[in-house]
């Protein structure tokens, strides 16, 4: 068939956990496909590209500029309009136009909306069956990161957007011909948004390739904590800072010399002054190359109290044998027990406690990691992953009819 795959983000090199999704799902579609990639770019990323154009039929780009200036006029036009801000901050005029002399020119089989953001423009494909990939049930991500806010300004246009969201989420739902979500509990968020039962929907995990992704030979004494995501993300935030106020003086009591490592892009200036607080705390932001931090990791964390989909941090730390501790919302829709593949903890002193038995016992942190592995070979391997694609593909195109 003959795909046209529209991207928010340039999914080329998968170092963040949507890039990952959609950098497997290509190398899939490519074995069976003919690809056609549209996607948005930040600055030169002509390297990127060429990589990408390895296994694309056609490689697509328009420019993506964001400031806060850029977002506050979209704010004043989704609250003129009516529409979610997130959908209007990417609905650029560029992009449009270049979809339109696509589709004028080939007449694709498939079109792609990889994220919701991309939907909007995979709508303007005339003959194309449409099919809305959910990384995440997104009004449900941001109903719960508005959760926990404290009230105010920010909070109030955070529950405006989520509802929002939620109504254009299930309109989409309803109108495309196939949607791919994730888990069970992203398809009854969907479901929910729709306002009712969804007979389009492929359920597909997120998906990595164990060939890539090879277990972390640990150093013997490996005894730091490390939390490793990109930090302009507000889950990433919220979570941290959760762990860093609540859960981390509990570890610190018990173990003066723990050390924190937060890595990942763009951490906020509130979390980057933990560096000079004298806590055992190590904020780096973005690094080239994470091996020294995966090997000195006695147990990697993942404190997120907001989310949806699945955490592709976690696909990968159980794929790298990385003993975990995770809070429920961090592993949903990923089919692991806690005390089998990773520790799973909800209150400070339960996620401290959990982390602090990490840390001591050597022999339970190397078992969790050997069943993680395991677990990812046997489930979350693109390679068997993603054979339901095709089956949605056709479905899609039966509906199309």
């Known amino acids: 068939m003959k795909v046209l795959l529209l991207t928010q983000v340039l999914p080329f090199p998968p170092d963040s956990g949507p890039k990952v999704k959609t950098w497997n799902v290509i190398k899939y579609l490519a074995q069976h496909h003919q690809v056609t ?36 006029w979209y704010m004043l036009r989704s609250l003129l309009s009516g529409q979610p801000f997130l959908m209007i901050r990417d609905d650029r005029a560029e992009m449009r ?6 589709a004028g020119e080939t007449k694709f089989d498939i079109v792609h909306a990889d994220q919701l953001n991309m939907a909007q423009y995979a709508a303007r494909v005339p003959g ?5 990939d ?4 997104l009004w449900l991500l941001y109903q719960r990161l508005w959760a926990t806010m404290s009230q105010g300004p920010k909070k109030w246009l955070l529950k405006r957007d989520w509802q929002l969201l939620k109504t254009y989420e299930g309109n989409i739902c309803r109108q495309f011909e196939g949607v791919l979500a994730v888990s069970q509990e992203d398809t009854a968020a969907l479901e929910e ?39 302009f993300w507000p889950p990433n935030i919220d979570g941290i800072l959760w762990f860093l106020r609540e859960v981390w003086p509990l570890i610190r009591a018990k173990c003066p010399d723990a050390v924190f490592d937060v890595v990942g892009a763009k951490p906020p200036p509130e979390v980057l002054a933990y560096n000079e607080a004298g806590l055992g705390v190590n904020v780096t932001g973005y690094v080239d190359d994470p091996a020294p931090y995966y090997e000195n990791a006695g147990v990697m964390i993942v404190p997120l109290r907001a989310g ?23 592993c949903e829709g990923i089919a692991v027990e806690s005390g089998q593949h990773l520790l799973v903890a909800d209150s400070p002193q339960d996620f401290a406690n959990a982390a602090l038995q990490l840390l001591n016992d050597h022999q339970l942190a190397r078992t969790l990691g050997e069943n993680g592995r395991q677990l990812i070979q046997s489930t979350y391997d693109y390679r068997s992953a993603c054979l339901p694609l095709d089956d949605c593909y056709n479905a899609a195109l039966v509906r199309r009819q």
């Open 37 to 72: 990639l549209v996607s948005f770019v930040r600055g030169d990323q002509s390297v990127e590209i060429e990589a990408l154009a390895a296994y694309c039929h056609a490689v697509h780009t328009v420019p993506m500029k964001r400031g806060a200036l850029r977002d506050g």
């Open 97 to 102: 136009q270049l979809i339109d002399r696509l």
């Open 128 to 132: 194309a069956a449409k099919v809305l």
């Open 308 to 330: 949806g989909g699945m955490r592709v941090k976690i696909l990968n730390a159980l794929a790298q044998e990385l003993p975990m501790v995770s809070t429920t919302i961090g």
């Open 134 to 137: 959910a990384h995440n049930a």
């Open 193 to 231: 948004a729709a306002g009712q039962p969804l007979k389009n929907v492929t359920i597909i995990p997120i998906a990595v390739d164990t060939d890539e992704v090879a277990p972390v030979k640990r150093q013997p004494a490996a005894n730091h904590i490390l939390h490793i995501g990109t930090m």
